[in-house]
Structures are given as structure tokens and as C-alpha cells.
């Protein structure tokens, strides 16, 4: 297991991170994840051994990695630039850590082909670094990372540098050879589609802290601050008053901050709606996402807009009325708006 206990590390007057606490369980997948500046980078290169630490501590399975060189803790490091070899052969990029445990040459062929095998690149290790496309790029940089089998799997945006197409192929391909592999892995990603997808739990970092933890689902339906839910897409962060009420009416919810997740609401036809947990507006604007529409509400009289979720047709200017699932909205803390 590792567990990180009071993490901090300041650039001058900046706090990267704020006495972080996090626990990885053996052959668990947690993604930390963030926007741009929010520390998750400085906290996976603290838990490697790149980032000293000026308070707090690093232990697996109990023991302090306090002063021990990154190269004694059997810990794998993918970067998003994955930083191969030009001017080496596949087959040499990924023996490289197993040259520095003084593996045997029939040892390192045997785990090139096997690690090779597992990234979908059976056969490729004449090939050169040069001739590869960035997907094939990116799996031959972390068969490298895998190929030493590491006790812990670091992931730092392995998938960053691709488009979007490649990105969605890769990410499902990811998921399922963590999972048959069953490595310890920490997976630092902006994206929370990404997270979703290959995390057994997810770690939202604000400003140098854990804002937010648990598992996708947990997550996604209880963000419990906003700056989280906002983060996470959801763009329906309201201030209920006394009483539930909202600037287009009522909601049964207790005062304070709370989201509304844009799967909450359920079209009605007919004459406008007046009573709790109902909404009426026009929309200003409706793009189609396969499956689904997502509109933007103008809501009545005229001082909110909400994101919708809708699986029925609508265009600019439409006058609706929506349902609005009480289940479906969470409230949220107000201590990081």
C-alpha cells in the first residue's frame, strides 16, 4: 500500500502542495485529477522520489521512502513526452530497465516479447522510434515502464499528447490491461472522462489539496464543493434560499450551494409549470450529441440559464418546461465555491 500523510511542497510562495493525505491500495488504480496548476504533477514526482518534500511523509507497505534514490524504489514512471531512445530500437527502449537491474540477455529478450505482447506491439522490436505513430509511441513507453515490474505504476498524462480519436482508443485499451495485469497505479490526468475510465477511485486536487475523492460515480453524483462539480462539467451550481427557492421558483432542497446535474430534468408538455422542482424557459442554444441533446435554458423570468439534458429534439427559441429530479441534485459545501 502506499499512503501519503501531510504532503506539502512550496516554489517560493507558492504552495503546490497543501498536506496531502492519500492511501493506494495494492492493485488499485486511483487518478489524481486536476486542472493545470493544481499539483497532481508535484505530488507523483514527490511520491517518486524527484520532488523532496518540505513536510509530510511517503511509505509503502509501511516503510518511510524518506531518503531513498528514486532508482531503489521499484517504481515505474511514464510521462506524457515518454522521452524513447531515437536513436535505439524498440526492443533496447524497453529493456533499458531491465539493463539497469543487470537482467540477463535471454531474461531481458523474454520480458521484451512478453511486455511487448501485452501492449498490443507483439513483433516490434527491431522497429525504430522514428517509424512509429504517437498511439504506438505511447504503448512502447509503457511497456518500458512495465517491463522492471514495478511495485507501483505512475501514469503522468500517458495519454496527453494525442487527439482525441486516439486518446478515447488508448484509454479503453489502458483500462483493461491495468486490470489484467493488476498493478498499483496513480494516473495524473486533466481529463475526467480519462479518470472515469481507467480509475478504481479518483482524486480531485484544487489548489494543492484533495478537494474530493471516491470512486466516479461517487463523485460525479456528490462533487460536495463547487469548484469540483464545475470542474467536472456540471454547469448548474445554484444558491437556493429560504424555503428552496430559486430565482425561477422552488426546490425541495435545504438552503445553500447545490448542483443540478443536467440528467435531472424531464420535458413536459403543456400548460406552464408553476409548482416545485419545475422549471420553464427558452432556449438559447441546442447542440446534438448522439444521443442526446443539451440545451441551454433561459429560465423564467429570465436570470438563470440551465445546461439540459434532453433525448428529444428542440431548436433556439423553443418555450419548455421541465420536471426537475430532486435525486438528481446535490448539494454542495460552501467552503470552496
Not at 433556439?316 to 460552501?334: E, F, H, K
Amino acid at each position: 500500500m502506499l499512503t501519503v500523510r501531510g504532503a506539502t511542497v512550496s516554489f517560493g510562495r507558492v504552495r503546490a502542495l497543501d498536506g496531502v493525505d492519500l492511501e493506494v491500495a495494492t492493485g488499485e488504480v486511483v487518478a489524481i485529477l486536476g486542472p493545470s496548476g493544481c499539483g497532481k504533477s508535484t505530488l507523483l514526482r514527490a511520491v517518486a522520489g524527484l520532488q523532496p518534500l518540505d513536510s509530510g511523509e511517503v511509505h509503502w507497505d509501511g516503510e518511510d521512502l524518506a531518503g531513498l534514490p528514486v532508482h531503489r524504489r521499484d517504481f515505474g514512471l511514464m510521462f506524457q513526452e515518454h522521452a524513447l531512445f531515437s536513436h535505439r530500437d524498440v526492443a533496447a527502449n524497453v529493456a533499458f530497465g531491465l539493463r539497469m537491474q543487470k537482467m540477463d540477455s535471454a531474461g531481458r529478450s523474454r520480458r521484451v516479447r512478453e511486455v511487448l505482447g501485452l501492449v498490443g506491439l507483439a513483433g516490434y522490436q527491431e522497429r525504430t522510434i522514428a517509424t512509429l505513430s504517437g498511439g504506438e509511441a505511447q504503448r512502447v513507453a509503457l511497456a518500458r515502464s512495465l517491463a522492471p515490474e514495478p511495485r507501483l505504476l505512475m501514469l503522468d498524462e500517458p495519454l496527453g499528447s494525442l487527439d482525441r480519436p486516439r486518446r478515447e482508443e488508448l484509454t479503453e485499451e489502458l483500462r483493461v490491461l491495468l486490470r489484467r495485469i493488476g498493478v498499483t497505479v496513480l494516473h495524473v490526468t486533466h481529463d475526467h472522462d480519462e479518470a472515469f475510465a481507467v480509475a478504481d477511485r479518483v482524486a480531485v486536487m484544487q489548489s494543492g489539496r484533495i478537494a474530493r475523492i471516491g470512486t466516479p460515480a461517487d463523485i460525479w453524483h456528490d462533487p460536495r464543493h463547487a469548484a469540483v462539480a464545475r470542474f467536472l462539467g456540471h454547469a448548474n451550481v445554484v444558491e437556493v434560499g429560504e424555503g428552496g427557492a430559486v430565482p425561477w421558483g422552488r426546490l425541495s432542497v435545504s438552503p445553500g450551494l447545490a448542483v443540478l446535474r443536467s440528467d435531472a430534468f424531464s420535458r413536459v408538455d403543456g400548460s406552464p409549470l408553476d409548482a416545485a422542482d419545475t422549471v420553464a424557459g427558452t432556449v438559447t442554444d441546442a447542440r446534438f450529441r448522439g444521443d442526446r441533446f443539451e440545451l441551454r435554458l433561459r429560465t423564467d423570468p429570465g436570470e438563470v440559464d440551465l445546461l439540459v439534458r434532453d433525448p428529444r429534439p428542440a431548436a433556439t427559441g423553443d418555450r419548455l418546461g421541465y420536471i426537475i429530479d430532486p435525486a438528481r441534485i446535490a448539494r454542495l459545501d460552501s467552503d470552496r465555491s
